[in-house]
């Protein structure tokens, strides 16, 4: 095995599959109607994890922070040839903003040991901070690319990498280990291995099972999705969930999409002509 | 805005991380610098623009004149270009040092990944991509504890469908970066006057870690973020060939042309074009949506838009929930009709 890569995921609510089905009567958003997606960007991620895989050679772990049900990313991961999976849960890491995620995910990093490199998505759809990676990077106190689209060299101590930053592109390079934040532009996530969803769709997190069982024959056929708390990372409580946090959310509102003056043209030349006079009229054209 | 009653315990300064862009200073970087100088002159404090590298003294005095009552430059010659380390260091040791009760900067690609690494070593709270930005107060529901004259910072979450009110009671600086094209440019006055503060920073070179090793810039060719009309196209148009009919549209109206995610994935029309959450923010005065269904992640990028005409043969489109003017039908046909009935008006 040459690289030791570590792949960060989330699991999402699919907020891209928002449409007039799952918006309520008044307008406003109903979240029960989202399904749960592996983060797509993280999926970017995890492709390109997979692709250093099989030109160099490489031993994936991905690890989540999240409930019990956020296993299920875990899985997603296994179909698609991770190596290893730890699910990171325990109900004091609830309502952790970004710096107490950073704090519980780079334990976890330092718990697998030696690395070379990590990799997350640029951002996740439901909050879009795009901070988890840097302030990860940043505890861990090693280099940081963000915005990644393509690597385009990697020697066993150094990296270098096409970055995609708005105004043009950039070739950035620096000493492994480094953390990559990588972009839906770097490449096309492959679908799951039928072959591997065989093997492992019975996998599960010991706190999915609900026969309150230790997991024990599923833990012999490699089965057992390894879990860690805040105890088994040996993890200060006050540094995560809310206590950790130092940001507060202080008022939450939905956005109300209806209200607006309404006018239906009908797409006959006359409709449009006299939609184009109440334009003009209106100054819209000047 | 809310008012606030209790006395104002701040002391810090307001500061903006003032990007630049080659020689020039980044324009988001003095949109944020305007709402910077609100907020303090609320807070009774003075704003400070924070400026790195070489050949910034033309540039200080600029940052004044759009605002600023001070400018702090730091000097190293291991922060000629940007880079994540260095620049983390010598701005948590200057805000160390200074102590500011905010620290904004723009939402850029830079931005964005500096404000995380510096939030992060510092140990404080950051919101990220605000649309607004206020001060007001706040009780912490478990305690009781009223924090007053904090900062608010609103931001959209949740793919654009809640916008939710963040803040920092405890630690300081209460960072936040700023969505681009949110805040608007203030005036420049010429005739400002304020300090210049020179600071040789500590920075080594083993602070260095990454390095640049090549750029490719893309001419911003359109200008999307200042035109008064600007005609879109989404999927609906079907085919790269039809979606000329939306350029025709717009040299016709003397708009620009701007496009949706899932167009410039199917190869449309550029990257450049791309309105929307991971595109650019526009608001307007008329904006023409032709084929576009209205993803929550291209509403946000355009929904503040002075007037919106919606043209999509699905009358049940979220777009025309947020359109002033609705025509169910088949952009192929509405466009032509649009063309020649202006030819006829505009005679």
Same mark, same amino acid.
């Given at each position: 095995? +040459?690289?030791?890569?570590? $792949?960060?995921?989330?699991? $999402?609510?699919?907020?891209t599959a928002v449409t007039a089905r799952a918006m309520k009567k008044?307008g406003?958003l109903?979240?029960?109607?989202?399904?749960?997606?592996?983060?797509?960007?993280?999926?970017?991620?995890?492709?390109?994890?997979?692709?250093?895989?099989?030109?160099?050679?490489?031993?994936?772990?991905?690890?989540?922070?999240?409930?019990?049900?956020?296993?299920?990313?875990?899985?997603?991961?296994?179909?698609?040839?991770?190596?290893?999976?730890?699910?990171?849960?325990?109900?004091?890491?609830?309502?952790?903003?970004? %710096?107490?995620?950073?704090?519980?995910?780079?334990?976890?990093?330092?718990?697998?040991?030696?690395?070379?490199?990590?990799?997350?998505?640029?951002?996740?759809?439901?909050?879009?901070?795009?901070?988890? !990676?840097?302030?990860?990077?940043?505890?861990?106190?090693?280099?940081?690319?963000?915005?990644?689209?393509?690597?385009?060299?990697?020697?066993?101590?150094?990296?270098?990498?096409?970055?995609?930053?708005?105004?043009?592109?950039?070739?950035?390079?620096?000493?492994?280990?480094?953390?990559?934040?990588?972009?839906?532009?770097?490449? /096309?996530?492959?679908?799951?291995?039928? *072959?591997?969803?065989?093997?492992?769709?019975?996998?599960?997190?010991?706190?999915?099972?609900?026969?309150?069982?230790?997991?024990?024959?599923?833990?012999? *056929?490699?089965?057992? $999705?390894?879990?860690?708390?805040?105890?088994?990372?040996?993890?200060?409580?006050?540094?995560?969930?809310?206590?950790?946090?130092?940001?507060?959310? +202080?008022?939450?509102?939905?956005v109300?999409r209806k209200g607006k003056?309404f006018k239906k043209i009908a797409p006959?030349?006359?409709?449009?002509?006299?939609?184009?006079?109440?334009?003009?009229?209106?100054?819209?054209?000047? | 805005?809310?008012?606030?009653?209790?006395?104002?315990?701040?002391?810090?300064?307001?500061?903006?991380?003032?990007?630049?862009?080659? *020689?020039?200073?980044?324009?988001?970087?003095?949109?944020? /610098?305007?709402?910077?100088?609100?907020?303090?002159?609320?807070?009774?404090?003075?704003?400070? !623009?924070?400026?790195?590298?070489?050949?910034?003294?033309?540039?200080?005095?600029?940052?004044?004149?759009?605002?600023?009552?001070?400018?702090?430059?730091?000097?190293?010659?291991?922060?000629?270009?940007?880079?994540?380390?260095?620049?983390?260091?010598? /701005?948590?040791?200057?805000?160390?040092?200074?102590?500011?009760?905010?620290? /904004?900067?723009?939402?850029?690609?830079? !931005?964005?990944?500096?404000?995380?690494?510096?939030?992060?070593?510092?140990?404080?709270?950051?919101?990220?991509?605000?649309?607004?930005?206020?001060?007001?107060?706040?009780?912490?529901?478990?305690?009781?504890?009223?924090?007053?004259?904090?900062?608010?910072?609103?931001?959209?979450?949740?793919g654009g469908n809640?916008?939710?009110?963040?803040?920092?009671?405890?630690?300081?600086?209460?960072?936040?970066?700023?969505?681009?094209?949110?805040?608007?440019?203030?005036?420049?006055?010429?005739?400002?006057?304020?300090? $210049?503060?020179?600071?040789?920073?500590?920075?080594?070179?083993?602070?260095?870690?990454?390095?640049?090793?090549?750029?490719?810039?893309?001419?911003?060719?359109?200008?999307?973020?200042?035109?008064?009309?600007?005609v879109a196209g989404g999927a609906g148009l079907g085919?790269?060939?039809n979606?000329?009919?939306v350029?025709? %549209?717009?040299?016709?109206?003397?708009?620009?042309?701007g496009a949706t995610r899932a167009a410039?994935?199917a190869?449309?029309?550029?990257?450049? &074009?791309?309105i929307g959450?991971?595109?650019?923010?526009?608001?307007?005065?008329?904006y023409i949506a032709c084929g576009i269904s209205g993803a929550v992640q291209h509403l946000a990028g355009m929904e503040?838009s002075?007037?919106i005409v919606a043209i999509n043969t699905d009358p049940e489109a979220p777009i025309f929930s947020i359109a002033h003017y609705g025509i169910v039908g088949d952009v192929r046909e509405v466009i032509? *009709?649009?063309?020649?009935?202006?030819?006829?008006?505009? &005679?």
């Open positions: 095995m +040459k690289y030791s890569i570590i $792949v960060l995921a989330k699991q $999402v609510p699919d907020t008044d406003t109903n979240r029960t109607a989202l399904p749960a997606v592996f983060n797509p960007e993280d999926l970017n991620a995890l492709e390109m994890a997979l692709q250093i895989k099989e030109r160099f050679g490489a031993s994936i772990c991905t690890i989540t922070m999240g409930p019990p049900s956020a296993a299920e990313i875990l899985r997603q991961a296994l179909y698609r040839g991770v190596d290893r999976v730890v699910l990171v849960t325990d109900r004091r890491f609830a309502a952790s903003d970004t %710096l107490a995620t950073s704090a519980v995910l780079s334990r976890a990093i330092q718990q697998i040991g030696t690395f070379d490199l990590v990799l997350c998505g640029r951002q996740a759809i439901d909050g879009n901070t795009a901070q988890v !990676g840097p302030q990860v990077a940043e505890k861990l106190d090693i280099n940081q690319l963000t915005y990644v689209e393509k690597i385009e060299q990697l020697h066993s101590e150094k990296i270098s990498v096409w970055r995609d930053v708005e105004r043009g592109k950039e070739l950035a390079a620096a000493k492994l280990p480094v953390l990559l934040t990588v972009t839906d532009r770097a490449n /096309l996530p492959r679908p799951p291995s039928a *072959k591997k969803i065989m093997h492992y769709k019975k996998a599960r997190a010991k706190s999915e099972l609900t026969d309150g069982g230790t997991g024990a024959h599923r833990a012999a *056929k490699g089965l057992l $999705v390894e879990e860690w708390d805040a105890d088994s990372l040996g993890i200060d409580p006050a540094v995560c969930g809310l206590s950790g946090s130092p940001t507060r959310v +202080k008022k939450i509102e939905s109300i003056t006959t030349d006359e409709g449009i002509n006299e939609l184009l006079q109440e334009l003009i009229q209106e100054y819209s054209f000047d | 805005m809310i008012k606030d009653t209790g006395k104002s315990k701040q002391t810090g300064e307001v500061w903006v991380f003032i990007q630049r862009y080659e *020689k020039e200073l980044e324009e988001a970087s003095l949109e944020v /610098l305007g709402k910077a100088r609100q907020l303090a002159e609320k807070l009774q404090v003075a704003v400070a !623009g924070i400026i790195v590298g070489e050949h910034s003294e033309g540039l200080a005095q600029h940052i004044i004149e759009y605002g600023a009552h001070r400018v702090y430059v730091l000097n190293s010659v291991y922060l000629r270009g940007y880079t994540s380390s260095a620049y983390t260091k010598a /701005l948590c040791s200057l805000i160390e040092d200074k102590k500011p009760s905010i620290m /904004l900067m723009a939402a850029t690609p830079q !931005g964005r990944d500096l404000a995380p690494r510096i939030a992060s070593k510092l140990r404080v709270g950051l919101t990220a991509d605000c649309t607004d930005l206020r001060i007001g107060s706040y009780t912490d529901p478990k305690t009781g504890k009223k924090h007053n004259n904090i900062l608010l910072q609103i931001r959209p979450a949740w809640v916008i939710a009110t963040i803040v920092n009671p405890q630690t300081r600086p209460q960072m936040a970066t700023i969505r681009e094209g949110m805040m608007k440019l203030p005036a420049r006055n010429r005739a400002a006057r304020g300090e $210049v503060v020179h600071i040789q920073s500590d920075i080594e070179r083993a602070d260095i870690i990454t390095t640049i090793l090549q750029q490719q810039h893309v001419a911003r060719t359109v200008n999307l973020k200042q035109a008064p009309i600007i085919t790269k060939e979606f000329q009919l350029r025709e %549209l717009a040299r016709l109206f003397g708009a620009e042309v410039v994935d190869g449309f029309s550029g990257h450049e &074009h791309q959450q991971t595109g650019i923010t526009v608001r307007p005065k008329l503040e002075g007037r032509p *009709k649009l063309i020649r009935n202006y030819r006829i008006l505009s &005679h």
